[in-house]
Structures are given as C-alpha cells and as structure tokens.
C-alpha cells in the first residue's frame, strides 16, 4: 500500500490519473487488482492498494515496469514533503 499527499492543489488531477490509468500493470505476472482511495477528510491524500499474488512479482514489476507504468503522473505535481510512503501487508482474512 503507497500512500502519499498532494501540496500543490492538483489532487482532481491526480484522481483523473487514476481514473484513466493506462492499466499497464494489470497484466502482469501476479497482478491481482488496485484500489484507490482518498479520505473524507482529506482529499489531498491518496492511499494506493495494489494486490499481488506475491511479493516477488510486485519486485519484479517494480524493478522492470514501475517507471513506465508512472508515466501519466501529471506534470508538474508536488508531494507533501515525506507524505510518501510505501508499507507491505500479509492478509489475514478476506
């Protein structure tokens, strides 16, 4: 799960990004889905799940498709410093 904030006022940008993802990943190797949400609360932050059937497949997405996969981040976006952060959970139940 990544979750990060917007600074500079274009999280309706970021959430069109999203919206509109070219779902590069979605066919990859162990590539089960992405969720994103944003709190009530806070518009500005945004939390991406993506489930994987194992963590060696994100590594191996991550080290050969991650910067490709990120090309429709709009231009110009700026993060609240520290904001991003990337934490890695096991399931207990579904």
């Known amino acids: 799960m990544s979750q990060f904030e917007v600074a500079n006022g274009m999280?309706?940008?970021v959430k069109e990004a999203f919206v509109n993802r070219p779902h590069?990943?979605?066919?990859?190797?162990?590539?089960l889905?992405?969720?994103?949400?944003?709190?009530?609360?806070?518009?500005?932050?945004?939390?991406?799940?993506?489930?994987w059937t194992d963590e060696v497949s994100y590594k191996e997405?991550?080290?050969q498709h991650m910067k490709e996969s990120h090309q429709g981040i709009p231009k110009g976006l700026k993060l609240v410093p520290g904001s991003l952060k990337v934490r890695f959970f096991d399931m207990v139940s579904d």
């Open 33 to 51: 889905g992405m969720k994103v949400f944003t709190p009530q609360e806070n518009e500005n932050e945004f939390w991406v799940m993506t489930t």
């Open 61 to 63: 997405w991550y080290k």
């Open 24 to 31: 590069m990943v979605d066919h990859e190797k162990g590539f």
């Open 11 to 13: 999280a309706a940008d």
